[in-house]
């Protein structure tokens, strides 16, 4: 019970920390309800309890060097492409079958947050600290801690995704383009940050 209990502290706060798929998620409850903010947030939260099982693995082991630069130059280009979907949202009648439902947000923060496997050596290096700490088993540093992720970050993804759909509904259309493009060049930082970093680790 204890590893199940970490393991949801760890993932509520990583989940909560600032960051890209936050700003995507907000922007998409503002803008499209709480469905599709759901939606990345569970994209998210899935990738980071697969992770978080590999870090338990070890697996941060072999993300070194070039690899390392690789990963990054990838997850900065996913991030990339975030920026452009939401810079552009789908706002005239023509285009409102392309709003993303929870399916497309979920795949969309899926493959972004797949594209970081440096996500890895976070959870690796949390659990480095967290089982002796609390004297976890291999077995419940395998199955318990990575659950108790997922369902931390699920509780943070139906805060974040009902607050943003509620204050949605009181921002006009001007204010959600001018939110749009603040977000898209936030998640753009990121992902440029990203990709600078993962060159230097190449060169």
Known sequence: MTALLVGIGL?????????????????????????????????????????AFLGGLGVAAILTGKAEGWF??????????IAVRVARPN???????MVPGFGRSFAVAL??????????VYWAAAFAGVVPKFDLSRAEALTLLPAGVVLGGLCWGLLLAAGSAFAGRYVNERLLAWLSLASAILIAGFGTWFIVSGISALV
Do not use: H, K
């Not at 993932?11 to 759901?38: E, K, M």
């Open 11 to 51: 993932g509520f706060t990583v989940a909560a920390s600032f960051g890209p798929i936050n700003v995507f998620a907000l922007s998409n409850g503002l803008r499209y309800g709480f469905w599709p903010a759901f939606g990345v947030l569970v994209g998210a939260t899935a990738a980071d309890g697969l992770y």
């Open 72 to 81: 990054q130059i990838a997850g900065g280009a996913a991030l990339l492409f």
């Open 91 to 97: 706002s005239t009648d023509g285009e409102r079958q």
């Open 111 to 120: 493959g972004a947050t797949l594209a970081n496997p440096l996500t890895i």
